[in-house]
Structure formats: structure tokens, C-alpha cells
């Protein structure tokens, strides 16, 4: 553990009045998994091949049943519940850190879109990935919590997309 708090305090010495807002705002888009499921929605009424967004949803789905499951059955402490010295930005989440359900649910979407369409899959992974850092930067998730939820993430949408392509192997146009 002890190099995963040489890798948050390392983010911790990069603060600055500037990074700090920035990465407030990136680590919201992330806050409740509201801006994926949005987009999942807005995917399923506006892209013809409805199996991107069934993509979409159903490895947001699978990760965030996934994702409660370990937290719940791991509870990892957070970081900043192990360390209170650190000046937070954010509110303390409450739950548990070990996986990440940013990271998670953000990648879940992001791999799902990029495996139907790669300019905007490589969009959505930027902004996942953005995410995923603002968790460390941030104090509030350890890195292998962050990779854990990505690889839960990329997982569920190369999984989901076998499924849904198996189920409707042509465009499926309503």
C-alpha cells in the first residue's frame, strides 16, 4: 500500500488553484454515473444500430452490479480515511474505494461506444481515462482501485458487445 500513497501524494504535489477546478469538473462527469447513463440513453434514441446503445447498457449494468458487489464484500477504506491530513477538494464519498465505480462505469460506456464507432469510442476513452486520473488526483481512490474498475469496465463492454453482436450479428435498426 505503500506505494499507492506514494503515487496520491506524488498527484497531491501537483495542486494548483487551476488543476484543482479542472479536476473537479472532469471527476463530475463521473459523479453517479449520470453522464454515462445520459449518453447510453441519448445513444439509444438518436444512433440507428441500436446495439450500441444495448452495448452500452447493459455492460453499465453488469459493472455497477459488479462494482457494488466488491465494495461491499472487499470495504476498502479510502484513502483519505486512512490519511485526514490531506486537504480535500471533493466531499468524502462514503462508500467504499476498492473498485473504482468512476472508472468502472466510465470505461464500460466508453470501450462499448469505440467497439461500433473508433472517433468517438477514442473520444469517450480520453474522457474515461481523464476520470479515472481524477480519482488519484483527487485523493478519494487508490490506484489498483482505479485499475480495477477500468479492467471491470473495458471487461464488460467486450463481453457485452460479444453477446449483443452473437444475439443481433447485423445492425439492429428500429
Known amino acids: ?22 479536476e473537479k469538473i472532469i471527476t463530475a462527469f463521473g459523479d453517479g454515473g449520470f453522464f454515462w447513463i445520459g449518453l447510453t440513453i441519448a445513444i439509444l434514441i438518436f444512433v440507428k444500430d441500436k446495439r450500441v446503445g444495448l452495448t452500452c447498457a447493459l455492460s453499465l449494468a453488469a459493472e455497477a452490479l459488479l462494482v457494488l458487489i466488491l465494495k461491499n464484500t472487499v470495504r476498502r477504506s479510502r484513502p483519505i480515511w486512512l490519511d485526514p491530513s490531506v486537504q480535500m477538494l471533493v466531499k468524502i464519498p462514503k462508500d467504499f474505494s476498492f473498485p473504482s465505480g468512476h472508472s468502472g462505469a466510465s470505461f464500460a460506456v466508453s470501450v462499448s461506444i469505440f467497439l461500433y464507432n473508433k ?56
Open 1 to 22: 500500500m505503500k506505494w499507492e500513497f506514494n503515487v496520491l501524494y506524488w498527484f497531491q504535489s501537483l495542486h494548483n488553484p487551476v488543476l484543482n477546478q479542472i
Open 119 to 174: 472517433k468517438w469510442g477514442t473520444a469517450a476513452i480520453v474522457l474515461a481515462s481523464l476520470i479515472a486520473i481524477s480519482r488519484l488526483y483527487l485523493f478519494v481512490h487508490f490506484p489498483t482501485d482505479v485499475i480495477v474498475g477500468t479492467l471491470i469496465g473495458i471487461t464488460m463492454a467486450i463481453l457485452m458487445n460479444y453477446f449483443v453482436k452473437k444475439k443481433y450479428p447485423e445492425p439492429l435498426l428500429l
